[in-house]
């Protein structure tokens, strides 16, 4: 049996390279900068990666970073005012140490890492403060423009594309498609864009942005 070679060696993708799959992906960060761009709530961000997301947050009262682990981060983001980190694992820590805390829960590519989303979205609502908002950005894998985009990002990487698709095939554990009914099944104070087009064609998009709110 061949060697797993896993977790995988390659760094995040630069959004501040011009290249046209970055110009797509970078299109529910600009959405939701002009979508907060009068916020000044107090942030959490799970699953941070490389932290980068805060630039697209010009307004907040403050941002706390976390992640299960901070291997990927950029520490020079925690320069920025009123920046935290706090190690916290979604599917296994205490959900009382963000409880009632914070206005805005952001989660970008995320949930189709983790193997019980229902449960955490049920805590993470459950944690939200009463009138805050949960943002989860979610890749549209599998979708014709999500296998385009995988095939032509797989050239960026330091691997051949058979250990490429292979290391994406342990990281999203669930597609679009059921992460889609969960979401819908659980909430409905609910809003859904799909980017870049408007219309709600699973192929004829990348992402979708939900938006969920807890009444005050």
């Not at 609502?125 to 989860?136: D, Q, V």
């Not at 950005?137 to 691997?159: A, C, H, M, R, Y």
Request: hydrophobic content about 30%; aromatic content about 18%.
């Amino acid at each position: 049996m061949k060697d797993a070679n896993y977790p995988p060696n390659y760094k995040l993708s630069d959004l501040s390279d011009k290249s046209l799959i970055n110009y797509f992906m970078e299109k529910p960060h600009t959405y939701l900068r002009k979508k907060y761009k009068d916020f000044s709530g107090d942030v959490i961000e799970f699953g941070c990666g490389d932290g980068n997301n805060i630039k697209y947050f010009d307004f907040y009262s403050t941002y706390t970073f976390t992640d299960y682990q901070f291997k990927l981060f950029n520490e020079e983001n925690i320069q920025n005012k009123n920046t935290y980190k706090m190690k916290f694992d979604l599917s296994k820590d205490s959900y009382d140490q963000i409880d009632n805390k914070y206005d805005l829960f952001l989660l970008f590519h995320t949930l189709e890492h983790i193997i019980n989303p229902h449960e955490i979205l049920e805590n993470l609502y459950n944690a939200l403060k009463p009138g805050g908002t949960i943002e989860l950005i979610q890749p549209n894998d599998p979708s014709f423009l999500w296998n385009l985009g995988e095939w032509f990002g797989s050239f960026k990487v330091n691997t051949d594309k058979k250990t490429y698709y292979y290391h994406n095939a342990r990281e999203h554990v669930n597609s679009i498609k059921n992460l889609d009914r969960l979401i819908k099944y659980y909430f409905e104070d609910l809003t859904i864009k799909n980017i870049p087009a408007a219309l709600n064609i699973l192929n004829l998009n990348l992402f979708k942005i939900y938006t969920i709110r807890k009444p005050k």
